[in-house]
């Protein structure tokens, strides 16, 4: 076990809908990452929030947002889903900032299925 | 751009069997490599994190080497088990610091 956490485990919605993913970090983490993986394709990064602030964004669709809150959980908001938005997402935390010798700890992700 | 190329794609090999997976990298500056297995359906989990001036480091029967001038790394199972049948993925983080520059994966299938 890992120590992060993410709810729901599996997501089934229609197309147009709007859903939000959540991710706790484990405890005493700081940064939170969403990573989206699809089909036997590579985890893409979609951006990162370090105590609270937006640190880094990857290849996030404007149709997708998210926010770490003062608790240090993060919630990840997908909106007009797309068929195409179907993929694994992935949370991850670690103490700070990555570019040290930090791991990175990764939740279960939380499989979205679009139809 | 900011590269990560891993081969081969898929391989399998008999279980106790020894192997290789190869990572190529094009992530200038390099801050460090990673590689992390996979099961399937589950998050990854990381096995070795390497710096710049360290050229090898093992986790048990995984051993991770790293050439930071030719910027190629590999990593060695030895004496595969059933359990090893995962994804190992190659990680690069250039020294900006924040984002990382994932690999597409090697599948391993470890038959009995």
């Known amino acids: 076990d890992s120590g992060v956490t993410q709810t729901p485990k599996h997501l089934i919605t229609a197309t147009g809908q709007r859903v939000t993913l959540r991710c706790s970090p484990r405890s005493g983490d700081l940064s939170v990452y969403w990573y989206q993986q699809s089909l036997d394709q590579g985890l893409q990064f979609l951006i990162q929030y370090y105590n609270g602030e937006e640190r880094a964004k990857g290849n996030i669709l404007e149709r997708f947002s998210a926010q770490q809150f003062p608790d240090l959980h993060s919630e990840l908001n997908l909106s007009s889903l797309e068929l195409g938005d179907s993929a694994l997402y992935f949370c991850?935390?670690?103490?700070?900032?990555?570019?040290?010798?930090?791991?990175?700890?990764f939740g279960s992700g939380t499989q979205l299925s679009v139809l | 751009k900011n590269q990560v190329e891993q081969s081969p794609q898929s391989l399998i090999i008999l279980e106790g069997k020894n192997c290789t997976l190869q990572c190529n990298y094009t992530v200038s500056p390099f801050s460090n490599l990673r590689w992390y297995k996979q099961d399937t359906g589950r998050g990854p989990v990381s096995l070795t994190i390497m710096t710049f001036s360290e050229n090898t480091k093992s986790n048990g029967r995984y051993t991770a080497t790293l050439d930071a001038d030719t910027k190629q790394s590999s990593l060695h199972i030895t004496a595969s088990q059933l359990s090893d049948s995962a994804s190992y993925i190659c990680?690069?983080?250039?020294?900006?610091?924040?984002?990382?520059?994932f690999g597409g994966g090697t599948r391993v299938l470890v038959k009995p």
């Open positions: 990680v690069v983080s250039g020294a900006a610091g924040n984002k990382l520059t």
């Open positions: 991850a935390s670690s103490v700070g900032p990555v570019g040290g010798n930090e791991k990175l700890f």
